[in-house]
């Protein structure tokens, strides 16, 4: 491997735009003009000079990065060219890790293609790493983390709540499971909006309001995540069960009503803002108004979305019913009680008073130029 000298930068745009294009015989072209090109280690651009994609070779880009729209056709056969010609094991190597975690790949499909040819030129995969779900699932990728569980891959809590296997989730469930671990796999299905999953973590002791670190990230709670992507009926959930909107996310110190704000959900940021300082008549945009839009994107699960806390008997057929009942702040009854097993509600509770504190309002939440990479699946 060599770094580029201003020709060869040249004909190594080329070749990028080539496989852009998914123009195989322009490809292969400079591939026959100049062997070395396979080689290459760009240096130049910005995307080149600093950050994950430093150094790039042609390979990369096989997996859509930088976002260059969707990936074509014949992307696998363009692949397969660059291999052939030569491409380095490390390579291979860095370019499945981009795979795993493309938006492009996963939404065109040739994910599967991609990660066979990369084995094949070198590159390991571990389906027995715990994390290898976590990639696809969170960066926008959930099609390839569904064919990777096709193939064998471990599968645990988090990543049943994000892809919304509920049969699974359930088994997975038990009272020895640690309230971070239930927390982070409350987060797992924010992201996803996986709104059932997230309504069965709940009942289950899940806390909404609890900083936890999904996929390394600096800590934040599943209702900032939700409230970042603008997923108001998850929203509506957390609140409800007592989420707390005044926690503070441990890097930025943004509150959900800021990450809503800096997520483009302005009307979100206000009502939980308002939530948070205890005004009248405050609540985050309607269930109702938003659910034309999700409808399509929840199928069967739609009819769950008008279930309350105290309807639990539309998630009873889901809870394992050898749990003891844990309520959503954590408050263990019998099972058995009003509600259901698993989910029954401790009616003597008094609701949590919240504390407003007189301090100066944080500055809006950043969750900073990498992280909105990831969620537009360009690392």
């Known amino acids: 491997m060599h770094d580029a000298d201003s020709t060869q930068t040249d004909r190594f745009r080329e070749a990028v735009a080539a496989i852009a294009g998914g123009d195989l015989d322009r490809l292969a072209a400079l591939l026959d003009a100049d062997p070395g090109l396979v080689a290459v280690r760009c240096r130049v651009g910005e995307c080149y000079e600093t950050g994950y994609f430093a150094g790039a070779t042609l390979l990369h880009h096989v997996a859509g990065n930088p976002d260059r729209g969707p990936l074509p056709d014949n992307i696998a056969a363009c692949t397969w060219l660059l291999l052939d010609r030569g491409s380095a094991a490390w390579a291979a190597q860095a370019t499945l890790e981009l795979v795993l975690t493309s938006r492009r790949a996963s939404e065109s ?12 030129g070198g590159a390991r995969l571990d389906l027995a790493d715990p994390d290898l779900l976590s990639k696809p699932l969170l960066n ?15 599968i645990d809590v988090r990543h ?9 989730l359930t088994r997975l469930l038990s009272p ?20 059932l999953a997230a309504a069965l973590l709940l009942g289950c002791g899940a806390e909404g309001d609890r900083l936890v670190r999904p996929g390394g990230q600096p800590p934040r709670t599943p209702l900032h995540e939700a409230a970042w992507r603008g997923h108001v009926g998850v929203v509506e959930r957390l609140l409800a069960h007592g989420a707390d909107p005044e926690v503070r996310d441990g890097r930025w110190g943004g509150t959900a009503a800021d990450w809503a704000e800096h997520g483009g959900h302005p009307e979100l940021a206000v009502g939980c803002a308002g939530l948070r300082e205890g005004r009248p008549g405050c609540s985050v945009p309607s269930e109702r108004a ?12 739609k009819e769950h979305v008008r279930c309350t806390m105290a309807e639990s008997t539309c998630l009873n057929e889901h809870v394992p019913w050898a ?4 309520t959503g702040r954590g408050r263990r009854v019998d099972a058995g009680s009003a509600g259901g097993p698993g989910l029954a509600r401790d009616r003597s509770a008094r609701p949590r008073r919240r504390v407003l504190r007189a301090r100066p309002r944080a500055t809006r939440a950043d969750p900073g130029a990498h992280a909105l990479a990831r969620s537009r699946g360009e690392c």
Do not use: H, W
Not at 179 to 187: F, G, I, M, P, S
């Open 323 to 326: 749990m003891v009942g844990v």
């Open 176 to 195: 020895e499971l640690d309230r971070e671990v239930l927390a982070e796999a409350l987060a797992y299905a924010c992201i996803r909006e996986q709104f």
């Open 109 to 120: 499909g040739a994910a599967p293609a991609l990660i066979d040819l990369l084995i094949a």
């Open 290 to 301: 938003t659910r034309s839009r999700l409808a399509g994107d929840r199928g069967c699960i």
């Open 160 to 168: 049943a709540a994000a892809l919304g296997r509920i049969e699974t």
């Open 140 to 154: 926008l990728a959930p099609a390839t983390a569904e064919k990777l569980v096709g193939r064998g891959a471990r």
